[in-house]
């Protein structure tokens, strides 16, 4: 139906006005509005005459009210005509006209879409102002769209575009920049009739959105999110639960690369885990088959514990997901980078570097635990290097050392090398420190399927407590020696010490010199031994110390027992492992001879001698 129709001149262009165009819905006894014009105004292009096409110079709509409809069959229906997307042989005269127009304007329509395909309530739109404008003799069109949906799903719409070679009948040769903001959205609620690359089940906030397209396919893809209360699952991952997601994203997409990057993006979890804002890369060659066959990735700063807490509902290769599982690691990694040649959890090779700050990971296996570790890592398929630098850790040995060992600065390399052949691991200068020890190591350790593995060490300890000394025993010894190191061990220092450790830490400490090497020889100050049960012990120690194999040597310049003063004198052990230990004394000793017989009724000697000189006295040295 139409209530009028004028005509008239704008200026030399013929102007026609048409109100109250209405087209009804009659089927089913119901009359049913599919299109409302209110007002039309076209005015008439003189190039319609050369070209024998009609050409507008202006087309403006004021007022339109527009249902579409999509029915079950995923055919549309637009103001009473039915289109099948699916189909090559619509009818497209009408589009095309549309698209040759050089400028067409709808102010303040009214735009109601059901989706029965997707079994969506009705999505209601309201002043729409729409804006088409194609130059003349261009092969461009740009676009501009506002409207407002129902508020509780979003903010006003604000969308533009601009397109080449947009054609309805061919979408091959199309080019396209679009840019989309929301300055709210439910984004839950959108999936409702937007079908969105991954599910989302909860999430609202803040979008904007710049695509390129070519070929008539999105090429380019770049979002600034801020949202809040995100529920999404990606591939068949469990779910993503985020309280907050910011920052911006870009995907970009052609026939042989897949890239995604992040600026600035933060992530949160609803169980607290937090990534500090971040800018990463990940880059992939994809092969025909949709698989990856090489890629790289980067980030300026990863916060392992947040992205180890969230890994099960990221993607990424099984085994990162496995491995984050199993170390479970915690601090900071800066400026990382990785490249792979193969699949991305299988390559065949690949390269990798970073600076770790503060960086913990859990024990596992032969593998050592740490915590407070800073270094620069480069690595690859064959081994790799760190450049250690670390205060305040603590590192954990559980296979080797019987407690976890604290350490107040690390610094020194450590090299690794991977083979079929066996794997090795490389000290360089590695130096640490902390209250009881500075220790500075070389040497090569190759692990085991079991047990501590095999060593080659040299280590120099510039002072250690020798109190502390049962603490850094291997594992492998039998207990009774550390139990006899803690309680013989009572006072002073060692220094200047040289430790030699070499062979297969299963047979420490090498009572078999064909089985391996241990040495350690050491100058000892203010020491005090309390060497067997029963015996008094010896203090005030100056003297040298020698570990070689199960033996233990002291050659002893001073000393005291009681109020007898030791002069020179050798101690010597032959057996540490031995079932009865045997000790050798061989020294001087002077002092009052009361001290002596003391010595004898606090020893087993009294026990020898049948308590013979109890009660005893005597006057003067001895």
Request: glycine letters at 10%; a negative charge; aromatic letters at 6%.
């Amino acid at each position: 139906a139409i209530e009028s129709l004028t005509t008239g001149w704008d200026g030399w262009n013929p102007k026609i006005v048409v109100t109250g165009i209405a087209v009804h819905d009659r089927t089913g006894g119901l009359e049913r509005p599919l299109l409302e014009l209110p007002r039309v105004e076209a005015t008439v292009s003189w190039w319609s005459l050369p070209l024998l096409d009609l050409r507008l110079k202006q087309l403006e709509i004021d007022g339109p009210r527009l249902a579409i409809s999509r029915d079950i069959g995923g055919r549309l229906h637009i103001a009473g005509l039915e289109i099948d997307p699916q189909s090559t042989v619509d009818d497209t005269r009408l589009v095309d006209w549309i698209l040759r127009q050089r400028e067409i304007v709808v102010r303040d329509a009214l735009i109601l879409w059901t989706d029965e395909l997707r079994r969506a309530p009705q999505l209601v739109l309201d002043r729409v102002d729409v804006r088409l404008e194609h130059p003349l003799g261009s092969r461009r069109h740009r676009i501009g769209l506002t409207g407002v949906p129902p508020s509780e799903i979003a903010s006003p719409i604000d969308l533009r575009g601009e397109f080449t070679d947009l054609a309805a009948h061919d979408f091959s040769k199309m080019q396209a920049r679009m840019y989309l903001r929301l300055d709210f959205a439910d984004i839950a609620a959108w999936s409702e009739w937007i079908p969105l690359p991954v599910g989302v089940s909860d999430g609202h906030g803040a979008v904007r959105l710049w695509a390129e397209l070519a070929e008539g396919k999105v090429r380019d893809m770049t979002a600034d999110v801020e949202l809040a209360d995100v529920s999404t699952r990606l591939a068949s991952l469990p779910p993503l639960e985020l309280a907050s997601v910011r920052g911006r994203v870009t995907w970009q997409s052609d026939q042989a690369t897949r890239r995604f990057t992040a600026d600035d993006l933060a992530l949160v979890g609803r169980n607290g885990a937090a990534l500090s804002p971040m800018d990463a890369v990940f880059e992939a060659v994809v092969g025909e088959d949709g698989i990856f066959r090489s890629g790289r990735a980067s980030a300026n700063v990863i916060e392992l514990a947040p992205l180890a807490s969230l890994a099960a509902s990221l993607p990424m290769p099984a085994t990162w997901r496995e491995e984050l599982a199993r170390y479970a690691p915690r601090g900071t990694l800066r400026d990382a980078r990785y490249r792979w040649e193969g699949p991305p959890d299988a390559p065949t090779s690949y390269a990798a570097e970073g600076e770790a700050i503060d960086v913990g990971v859990a024990t596992s296996g032969a593998m050592p635990g740490i915590t407070g570790l800073s270094a620069k890592v480069r690595a690859d398929e064959r081994g790799g290097t760190a450049r250690l630098g670390g205060r305040a850790m603590v590192v954990s040995l559980p296979r080797t050392l019987t407690a976890p060992v604290p350490i107040e600065t690390l610094t020194g390399t450590v090299r690794w090398r991977l083979s079929d052949a066996g794997n090795e691991v490389v000290l360089d200068d590695v130096a640490f420190t902390n209250a009881d020890a500075a220790v500075t190591a070389n040497g090569t350790w190759r692990p085991a399927n079991t047990g501590a593995g095999t060593v080659d060490l040299k280590a120099q300890v510039a002072r250690i407590d020798v109190r502390r000394l049962a603490r850094y025993l291997p594992r492998v010894l039998d207990e009774w020696i550390g139990d006899w190191m803690r309680g013989a061990l009572q006072a002073g220092t060692m220094s200047d010490a040289r430790l030699v450790v070499r062979g297969d830490l299963a047979r420490f400490p090498f009572a078999d010199p064909k089985q391996g090497t241990f040495t350690l020889a050491a100058r000892a100050q203010g020491a005090t031994l309390d060497y067997a049960a029963g015996w008094p012990a010896v203090s005030d120690i100056d003297g040298e110390v020698r570990f070689d194999g199960a033996k233990v040597a002291f050659d002893m310049t001073k000393g005291r027992v009681y109020g007898a003063q030791i002069g020179r004198t050798k101690i010597a052990i032959d057996d540490l492992l031995a079932d009865v230990t045997r000790i050798k004394v061989d020294g001087e000793a002077t002092g009052p001879t009361a001290e002596f017989l003391h010595f004898i009724e606090t020893s087993p000697v009294a026990g020898w001698i049948g308590g013979a000189l109890g009660g005893a006295q005597a006057t003067g040295n001895g």
